[in-house]
Each structure stands twice: as C-alpha cells, then as structure tokens.
C-alpha cells in the first residue's frame, strides 16, 4: 500500500519536474522527519486580522516590532485557504490566532463557523479588552475553544504587562461568557492563561480562584522566559525572538541554541503559523519577520513547506523542545 508521505511526494514531483532531483538526494533524516511529519495530524495557527488592540509589552505587536494594519483576511479566500489544508493533510486543529486580536474581525463568527463545519477544532486567543457583546456572543455560538491571557487581577497590575487593557472590561466579558454558557447550555472550553512574572504571584492566586468561581480553566503561562521581571526586560527580549538577537547589525547565538543540529521530532513540526496574506513563517516562536517566510500557502505544496522548514538553519539547531 502506498504510503501518505509517497502519495504527497509524487504528487509534487508531478507539479515540479525539477523537484525530483532534489528530493532524492534529501539527507536520510529529513526524509524520515518529512515522512513522519505527513503521517501526522496539522495544527494552522491563521492571523485573520494584522492587527491588536493593546500594546503588550511581552508581545513584538505591542511593542511595534510587528506593526499592526488595518489588513484583513476575506472570508472567501480563508475558505479557500481550508480546503487547500483539508486536501493535503489530516487537519486536527485551526488556531485564528498568532500575533493578533481575532475579535478585531467583524466576521470572525463565519470564521469560526467554517471551521467547525469541516469537524474540525477551532482555537481562538484573546486578550477580551473590548466592548462587543453581541460580537462576542455570535462568535461563542458555535462553541470555539477560547484562551484568554492575562497578567493581573488589579488594574495597575494587569496594564503593567498587557498595556492599555481595561480589567474591568475583561472580567466583565468572562461572566459574561459564564452566564452564556449556562443560559444557552454550551458546549465551551474557556482557559485562562495568566502570564508569569516574578512580580505577579499573588495576582496569579486571584486568578485562579476566579477561574474556579466562574467555571474556567485556569493555566499559568511563562512570557517568553520566567526570568523576565519587568516590562523593560520583556521588550529587551523581542529584539530578536527565541534564538538570535540582531544587537549592532550582529546576530548572537541566544538561549535554545545549539551549534549541533539535532534531528529529534519536535512537537511544533506539525503546527503551520500564516499570516493574513497566506505566508507561512518558520515557527509560531518567530513572529513575522520577513527573513523567516518560507512560502505562501497558497502557492507552496505542504511537502515543499515543511523541506524548507525542516532545513532551515534555526530549526535544525533548536533546543526549545529537545534535550
């Protein structure tokens, strides 16, 4: 019987000729990772909206590193986007989120909407600092999973990290969310995700209880690194993301960085980040930076992406989840 890996690979060899070459003569290993990558399920983390209303100090869309735009993703070419997905891979999970606030998009409900249609799991994030009821109610009536990250549970805490937030706003979504829930009888997953800072221990005790009050499920979230103490050094950390940081023009070797390759599976193999334009970027790690595309998924074959992404110089040599 053909294998999945084999029937994705001819058909590519199909569509580029010029492929063939090269794909024979691809290290044993990256074909083995390639292989067992295709073997298994997908994960798409999908920016619908370049853009976040808060300026999270953690976050390289808060601090302007990404800038925000006023660009959206049509409802017609992200349905396109998923049958291009649903045709290649086994599709476990579609994520309407990366670097952005999905409840920017006026039609994020239809959004959600074709995904579950497809039966297949739809994850949003949001900071929930906005006044839409009824945006948030359309949306939660197709029963999304729904992560909400905070930092505090007083408003000089909380703004600290996630500058420019109302907590009275957020708290006053989540019951909402809460009496919707038992109202409509829905069928929803709402986590908390309060970030860890070295100054926000007893805030992240509230938030639990919270959680506990109203139904939710409480998780604390390191930002980026629990050494990380301050705004100041959350900031320092974005200048370049997980492994390298541009400092002078210069690229040093950062954190999780190996000068050795490594060949082991990583968990974030099979999880694609795109943006509002179709690209696809290394890492969901990496936010945006135009030296980390690897192609636009409209116009790359899966095989062709994960090659690329398997090779590059920063995956190869990660440590984040390998020993």
């Known amino acids: 019987m053909t294998s999945l890996y084999q029937r994705v690979l001819k058909g590519f060899i199909n569509q580029s000729p010029a492929a063939d070459s090269a794909?024979?003569?691809?290290?044993?290993?990256?074909?083995?990772?390639?292989?067992?990558?295709?073997?298994?399920?997908?994960?798409?983390?999908?920016?619908?909206?370049?853009?976040?209303n808060l300026r999270c100090v953690h976050c390289p869309r808060g601090v302007y590193y990404q800038k925000s735009t006023s660009t959206r993703m049509e409802?017609?070419?992200?349905?396109?986007?998923?049958?291009?997905?649903?045709?290649?891979?086994?599709?476990?999970?579609?994520?309407?989120?990366?670097?952005?606030?999905?409840?920017?998009?006026?039609?994020l409900d239809q959004f959600v909407k074709v995904v579950k249609s497809k039966k297949i799991e739809c994850v949003l994030s949001s900071n929930l600092s906005f006044n839409n009821p009824a945006r948030l109610e359309a949306v939660l009536m197709h029963s999304p999973s729904l992560i909400v990250s905070v930092s505090g549970f007083t408003q000089a805490m909380h703004e600290r990290y996630h500058k420019?937030?109302?907590?009275?706003?957020?708290?006053?979504?989540?019951?909402?969310?809460?009496?919707?829930?038992?109202?409509r009888r829905l069928s929803l997953h709402v986590r908390i995700h309060c970030l860890?800072?070295?100054?926000?221990?007893?805030?992240?005790?509230?938030?639990?209880?919270?959680?506990?009050?109203?139904?939710?499920?409480?998780?604390?979230t390191p930002a980026y690194s629990s050494e990380v103490s301050t705004p100041e050094t959350a900031k320092r950390l974005l200048i370049q993301p997980g492994f390298?940081?541009?400092?002078?023009?210069?690229?040093?070797?950062?954190?999780?960085?190996?000068e050795n390759p490594s060949?082991?599976?990583?968990?974030?193999?099979?999880?694609?980040?795109?943006?509002?334009?179709?690209?696809?970027?290394?890492?969901?790690?990496?936010?945006?930076r135009e030296k980390y595309k690897?192609?636009?998924?409209?116009?790359?074959?899966?095989?062709?992406?994960?090659?690329?992404?398997?090779?590059?110089?920063?995956?190869?040599?990660?440590?984040?989840?390998?020993?």
Request: proline share 3%; with cysteine.
């Open 23 to 52: 794909i024979g003569t691809m290290d044993i290993n990256i074909r083995s990772r390639i292989e067992d990558s295709l073997g298994r399920p997908f994960s798409f983390e999908i920016d619908i909206v370049d853009a976040c």
């Open 75 to 107: 409802l017609n070419a992200f349905k396109r986007l998923l049958d291009k997905i649903t045709s290649e891979c086994r599709c476990r999970q579609i994520d309407l989120f990366n670097w952005s606030e999905p409840f920017l998009h006026p039609e």
């Open 164 to 183: 420019g937030s109302n907590l009275e706003t957020v708290k006053g979504n989540l019951k909402f969310i809460a009496d919707l829930k038992k109202a």
């Open 196 to 220: 860890q800072f070295v100054d926000n221990k007893y805030d992240q005790l509230l938030w639990k209880q919270f959680c506990d009050d109203y139904g939710f499920v409480y998780q604390g």
């Open 244 to 258: 390298y940081r541009d400092s002078d023009g210069k690229e040093k070797i950062e954190m999780y960085f190996s």
């Open 263 to 288: 060949f082991e599976a990583c968990p974030l193999h099979n999880t694609i980040p795109i943006n509002v334009h179709g690209d696809v970027y290394l890492c969901c790690i990496y936010w945006n």
């Open 294 to 323: 690897i192609a636009n998924y409209f116009d790359a074959s899966l095989i062709s992406i994960q090659e690329k992404r398997l090779l590059h110089r920063n995956c190869s040599h990660c440590t984040v989840f390998r020993k």
